[in-house]
C-alpha cells in the first residue's frame, strides 16, 4: 500500500530538439536509401509519439549519423548546386523568345497551341492542337493548361489547372519555352 505522499514520476517530456535529432537520422536514413518510404514513415509517427530519449535512440540505432564534416561537405555541394541551377536559368531567360501579353483591355483570352483558329499558333510536335489559355482576371494574368498531353510550365514548375503569371516568368508548352514580356 502506498501513502498519500508517495506518487508514480514519469521521466521529463522529450525536448522538440530530441526529437527533432531523431527525425533528421530519419530523414537522413530515407535519402540515402537505408529506409524505404513505408518505414520511414512509421518510424516518423513512432518519433512523434515517443515519451522517452530510449525510444528515439531504438528508432534510429540501425542508421549512421552523420559526422559534422559530411554534413558541411553535403551543404557545400547543395549550395553550389542551387545556385548552378539558378545560373543556367537566368542565364537561358535572356535567350528565350518573348511571348507578349495581350492587350489588358481586350477581354478574350489567348488560345495555345497547334489548331489554327488558335490566337497564338504553335507547330512544335509536343504542342497539343488546344495547348493552353492566357486570361486576364482580376488585375492578373493566368495561365490555364486546357488537357495538353506534354504540359504547360511556369518558371520550370508544371501547371496543374491554372497558374499566375508576371512579365518576365518563363513558360512552357510542351518543349516550347518563352518569356513573358509586355507590349
Sequence with gaps: MTSSFEFHTYPARLSDVERDKALKVLHDGVAMGRLS???FIRRMELALAARRSEELVALTADLPTESRLSRALFGTVEAVS??????????????????LLPHPGNGNPLRIGRDPANGLRLTHETVSRVHA????????????????????TVNGRRVIGAAVVREGDQIGFGRMAFRLAVN
Design 37 to 39: 518510404h513505408d518505414t
Design 82 to 99: 542551387g545556385f548552378t541551377v539558378r545560373l543556367r536559368r537566368a542565364w537561358q531567360a535572356e535567350r528565350l523568345p518573348k511571348l
Design 133 to 152: 489559355e492566357l486570361s486576364r482576371q482580376g488585375g492578373m494574368w493566368v495561365l490555364r493548361d486546357l488537357g495538353s498531353t506534354n504540359g504547360t
